[in-house]
């Protein structure tokens, strides 16, 4: 085994400086014992979860192991662990530590022993709970991590190698009692659907791998296809956004346009995007609908309006009510203010004014808009309020954030700050009339 580890690992044969994820288990100590062969410059790092009663004792067996080799230990307790989403807690603490001190000592490599076995079981596992193309092409092999290099060299290897190795070398390890329950998804697929599939085929972890690296070569060759198409997407610091014309033709090559861009992001917005919903959205592109929007989940929402997409999060939309009299001035639950004065007060507002007759009915209600609004165009027609923001093209996230003027007559007098009603033509006898004055909030 020995031999064929370097032989399918030469990174390991240079003089890289190499920091050595250790578990205590079975796995991580022949990985340890293979690199001591080799008089490597390594490091061991380890993490105490306290998810087990034995920990501290393992813990504690690497830490007079590493003294008495003389090897570099870097050694981390989690304090708090997690009551929730247990795995995936531990899994960012433990790398969040390793990159830490990759960082801190300059580690070149860092090394962790995961072997075919887990190969396997990843893939099946992440087959039966579905996900991404690119999310089911299983562990790599190597990746880029923190200043350094990921590096599984263990994964061309069976569970039955890596035993068998430590048996003739008469290693000492820990073996994790949690391993042996049902209660675990992953536990059931190795103690009850392996062996089945290698009973049935023993070179089952050969094309496990081998399936691995051609999905892993198809999401490349994906990637390369779209980089065009990725490349017209635009971020203004709140919202991502893209053209229909810059998406793909072809309905497939839409959804793998969508994946990269919803993995792209994933960093910055912590979103992850189900298979659900980006067949959902595959969907609604394909229907003859010019707006529509779609929850993603953690406030965020995908919408279109007409030949442009949006991701951004939603906006809260106040339903407030406002009066408004001669003489005052409000601020808007929206952060924009809106006044009222005669036109023979001077105002240093440069925001939009809206001419009104002093016969208007005050005082005057500042709302959102409601179902049936109609708005007076000229003298004799009027025009429901939604029809006129379809006939304009507004986009719907501008619709919601419109505000009616109303006077107390009932008669919506101007809609802000798209449209005025016929009352806001004023002719030259009207020396002296009321002035709206609205100013939009400022964008912080």
């Known amino acids: 085994m020995e031999r064929a580890f370097f032989h399918e690992n030469p990174e390991l044969m240079t003089d890289q400086k190499i920091l050595l994820a250790v578990s205590t288990g079975v796995d991580s100590m022949v990985l340890l014992h293979l690199l001591e062969q080799q008089n490597a410059d390594i490091g061991v790092i380890h993490v105490d979860h306290q998810l087990r009663p034995e920990s501290k004792k393992e813990a504690a067996f690497l830490r007079d192991y590493c003294e008495k080799k003389r090897l570099p230990m870097y050694s981390k307790v989690w304090e708090h662990p997690a009551k929730r989403n247990i795995e995936a807690e531990a899994r960012r603490v433990r790398y969040d530590f390793f990159k830490e001190i990759m960082e801190q000592e300059k580690y070149d490599f860092l090394l962790t022993a995961h072997h075919g076995d887990d190969q396997l079981e990843t893939l099946l596992m992440r087959m039966v709970r579905g996900g991404s193309f690119a999310g089911h092409s299983g562990i790599a092999r190597q990746q880029d991590f923190g200043p350094g290099i990921l590096l599984r060299p263990l994964l061309s290897f069976s569970k039955e190698e890596i035993y068998c190795y430590a048996k003739k070398e008469r290693l000492i390890y820990f073996e994790d009692a949690t391993n042996e329950t049902q209660d675990y998804f992953r536990n059931r697929i190795r103690k009850n659907v392996v062996p089945e599939l290698k009973k049935e085929n023993p070179r089952i972890l050969v094309h496990a791998q081998q399936f691995h690296q051609q999905l892993t070569w198809a999401n490349q060759m994906i990637e390369h296809m779209l980089k065009e198409n990725l490349r017209n997407i635009e971020f203004d610091g709140q919202r991502w956004s893209f053209l229909y014309e810059n998406m793909p033709v072809e309905e497939g090559a839409r959804y793998y346009f969508l994946s990269a861009f919803f993995q792209q992001i ?14 959902l959205i595959l969907e609604q592109m394909e229907r003859s609908v010019s707006q529509w929007s779609i929850d993603i989940g953690e406030n965020w929402q995908f919408m279109r309006s007409y030949q442009q997409f949006y991701l951004s999060k939603k906006e ?8 408004l009299g001669e003489n005052e001035q409000i601020v808007l639950s929206d952060g924009g ?7 023979d007060v001077y105002s240093e507002n440069n925001g939009l004014h809206v001419s009104l007759p002093l016969s208007v009915k005050l ?36 619709r919601d954030q419109a505000w009616v003027v109303e006077d107390s007559a009932g008669e919506i007098v101007a809609l802000l700050p798209f449209v005025n009603s016929y009352l806001s033509i004023t002719t030259e006898t009207d020396r002296i009339h009321y002035i709206l004055d609205y100013t939009l909030q400022v964008a912080k």
């Open 316 to 323: 809260s939309i106040s339903r407030g009510i406002f009066t």
């Open 337 to 343: 203010t809106i006044a009222l004065r005669r036109s």
């Open 266 to 279: 994933e960093e910055q917005t912590s979103l992850v995007a189900s298979q659900r919903q980006l067949f």
């Open 363 to 398: 005082p005057l209600t500042i709302r959102r808009r409601s179902a049936g609004d109609r708005i007076r165009l000229t003298k004799t027609l009027f025009k429901r309020i939604n029809r006129y923001f379809i006939d304009k093209k507004i986009p719907t996230d501008q």
